[in-house]
């Protein structure tokens, strides 16, 4: 008997039980305290729903539209006629000051500064400064806040975007979703609280990397769920030839008993989620055919997010979903549109990649708006890092490129709480350094948090012997971005 | 005189090792009480009780004589410390007694009763001591709010929490609600009422004003001249740093506070939006706004009781979902998103809860106007969604004497212009939402003119695409 409970024990490591007797006390309290039904013994509530914030939140959904490679501030928010006048002069060292390089530019003997080659028009009532290749986002500039001093730590792609989405420049942690999956659970029990959807423009592209929608040291029910474009939104999600819903119940009704017995031998919380995760993908069968089914959507709502988005896997498609998706409660939906890596044949690029998501990114606003969801769903629409204001290789009038640069780019907000119809921020004369009211990434965060009723700083997870939250240690809410 | 004066310096230098002595006899009265109640009694453990004892009594009277000591200083408020003196002289002698009746071996019955007598004189003696050193409030202050619920305290002052929140912090006035907290948290233990450390109180403006020992503390306006602040920014290791070693000191974002209060004037009326802001003090004050949302909302002034937890389970049963808007709020939020298929019948169990409701939203399911009566008797709601339901203008009269619904989505429902009447009378109403409804562009014109504050959605009504300068898109290469 002695002997029993001891073979129990050993299959238990000794940092698994200190998790699990401190998840046992602490995430008693948390699960009841934001899935007030997990205690209730409801087996079809079990999993999920919804979580209850620190505080009230503004937001209740996030749609990020990530605008994979860094589209360039110069020529979309961040108006700089300076640049234009200035053009192919060398940058002041005392503007560039201890700036790193990439590996692209460090060895360019001139750094040419470079206007942009598209006009800027003043919009709405903020009379906000918007590029000319992006005249539906600037037909609803009093619906948006234009940021232009974001910051980021990183100058390459790949730290940059893992940086952006998981507050580390290392891919170990958990993307922004996943902790607000952790944080706040799913609204719709038969959809996962995170989901992903990624398109590719015409533009030099970068990759797109699942560690970006990791749930890091998460429960991995909190990882980011990916739709694909082909005929099967979600890989592996119906039922083989051969086999009908009984059956498929019947099968996971044992599998999850074996599951449960296996659980008890080694106490891995692993073998839970696994069936948590079998759980929703039964439930995601019937909700998930209706949702992408975009044939049933009205003419008109076509007409406004383009012809575009009745074509799986592009970025207008995917908008629309995303809408889909955000109305039907999923707690997060990520887009990843790659393509603006504009390092040379910028002016080209940059328009054709504008023509792929300006309308869509404003239809999916004003849509939102005269549904009675904007209140609610934050918008976010923008890149990992800016480009520079210098020209990356040979400068001519209308052909140039530009760099990677950190220290200040241009993003904008919609909905959710966020102070509309205003711009946050100011850069220098020539867009390289930030004047006025710095946006770090960890700032973007907390106040992204903060906007969804979660206290950054209180919304931890315990790992590796410490406490980590999305901003781990930095990270201050912005209150002139706040509604 | 003069060696009067030296005298009592002398009487103070001994009073503040009363505090250290002290501690000795009360864990030795304790071991005395523990050996005579809990030990087996022998002549043995009798003698070595009594020898216990005899040592207590020694050291309690030199300890009670250093007190007195230490009570000469003036820096304990008088009140307090009689009740604190005469009881550890109360302490002493009980001790005495008890030492002499067990020494003479007199009846069990009187000794255990002067046992428990003793020390229970001297826990309280001990109590009264340690709130004259750290405050009245210093044992209890950081119970957390669920052990104050049960013990029936009242929950902690915004004093006690790291950065007190303020929600609207441009209308906040500076002394009270950012320096007094402060001042509260980490000075006012030793300068204040009942202590006053350099003759100085920091408790009310007019004592701030009034200064210490060494005259005024505070410099309106030079804020480097003013002693509050310099002390502050002395190296920690001056033996004129405030607070002094042990207590724990300003963070540099207070002392900034602080810095910034004085520098503008310390002036005790005046709003934080009064007071011009720098690049240093803003993250300073941002902080004080991290974990608040504004909520315009009069209701969220409002406290409401918990929910019933077995009503909200009979509620979620339906499939709706019924929770608090937030942890530390008892309003709640009704979703049916995941119940598409209520009715009224499921929904007549929310008038359980129908005070606590601030959010109602039962878009897409079988809401008829039977229940609208239920949602007119919802005193609280703010937002009501009856987006694609079958309700009609008819049952829209019913809405109009919600004192606080600033938000109703009437998407996808057959009303139109008829109703709007009824919404215009609403007057706490922001926002209306009447896409695919039958409403006209007539009617939203009337709508808005008996209401210009109302933000109407009635759709999009612009013409897309928008034209690009089309050479622009093919630039030369």
Redesign the interface.
Known sequence: MENEFFKNRLNITRRHFFGQAAAGIGGLALGSLLVPELFKGDASAQSLPLGVAHFAPKAKRVIYLCQNGAPSQYESFDYKPMLNKMAGQDLPDSIRGTQRLTGMTASQDKFPLVGSYYNFKQHGKSGTYISEIFPHIGSIADDICVIRTMSTDAINHDPALTFLQTGAQVGNRPSMGAWMSYGLGSENKNLPAFCVLLSRGRGNGQGVYSKLWTNGFLDSTHQGVVFSSSEDPILYLNDSDGIDKAGRRRMLDQLAELNHEGFAENKDPEVEAKVQQYEMAYRMQTAVPELTDLSKEPDHIIKMYGPECLVPGTYAANVLLARKLSESGVRFVQIYHQGWDSHGNLPQEMAMQAQDVDRSSAALITDLKQRGLLDETLVIWGGEFGRTNYCQGKYTVDNYGRDHHPRAYSIFMAGGGVKAGTVYGETDELGYNVVKDPVHIHDFHATVQHLMGINHEQLTYKHLGRRYRLTDIAGNVLPGLIA | MIIAEAGQQWLIFWGHFHPMLVHLPIGMFFMAGILHFFAKQTSESQGLIVRILMWTTAFSIVSAAMGWGLAQSGEYDPDALQIHQWLGISTCVLSVGLTYVMRAGMNHRLTNSLFVLSLLCLTITGHYGGNLTHGSDYLLSSLPSSGRKVLGIKQAEEANKAVPQIAN?PEAIVYTQLVKPLLTQKCTSCHNEQKQKGKLRLDTPEFILLGGEDGPVVSAGKPLESELIKRLLLDASDEHHMPPKGKTPLTENEIALLHWWVQHGADFKKKVSELPSDERIK?VL??Y???????ESPV?KQEVDEADEAD??RI??HGL?A???????N?IEV?A??APRVTNKELADLSKIQGQIVRLKLGNTGVSGDFIKEIAAMPLLIQL?L?HTKLTDQDLVGLKNLAYLE?I?L?GTPISDRGLASLAHIKSLK?V?L?QTRVTEKGVAVLKKMRPDLTI????K?R??????SA??????
């Open positions: 912090l993250p941002a902080a706004t991290q974990g608040v949302v504004s909520q969220y909200l389970a979620r049963k979902m929770n608090p808007i937030s942890k530390d709020q309003f979703n998103i995941n969604d987006n938000s989505n998407v926002r939402y896409w959605q009635s759709g999009f612009g897309w695409p928008l034209e690009v300068d622009k898109l093919t630039p030369t290469k």
